[in-house]
Nanobody
């Protein structure tokens, strides 16, 4: 069993920066792939960024490429999302997800991840 707890969400202004954190417990953090997704009411959970178990591979949604950076510290069982130049369309509940098995999967699909945190709210005002 894996437990994920997100934190760091806040109300910010357009152009501001924010760093989200996701603390993991329950299994060896370095054994699983992780990602950030966000959800806006009325829409499906949207892929934001992913990072491989080792941290060697990352990828981003086009909408956040160049503005967001995903990272992890396996020794501390922590996942991060550094968000800069925030825009109103970045508003949503941000979730971290974990996949504990296999290496062949679509990292941009929410269905690829079996564990989720409770989410943290990010609101960007214009």
């Amino acid at each position: 069993q894996v437990r994920l707890v997100e934190s760091g969400g806040n109300l910010v202004r357009t152009g501001d920066s924010l760093t989200l954190s996701c603390a993991s417990s329950g299994r060896t953090f370095a054994d699983y792939h992780t990602a950030w997704f966000r959800h806006v009411p009325g829409k499906e959970r949207e892929f934001v960024a992913r990072i491989s178990a080792s941290g060697a591979a990352t990828s981003y949604a086009d909408s956040v490429q160049g503005r967001f950076t995903i990272s992890r510290v396996n020794a501390q069982s922590m996942l991060y999302l550094r968000m800069t130049n925030l825009k109103p369309e970045d508003t949503g509940i941000y979730y971290c997800g974990a996949r504990t098995w296999g290496s062949t999967f679509d990292p941009t699909s929410q269905y690829s991840y079996e564990y989720w945190g409770q989410g943290t709210q990010v609101t960007v005002s214009s």
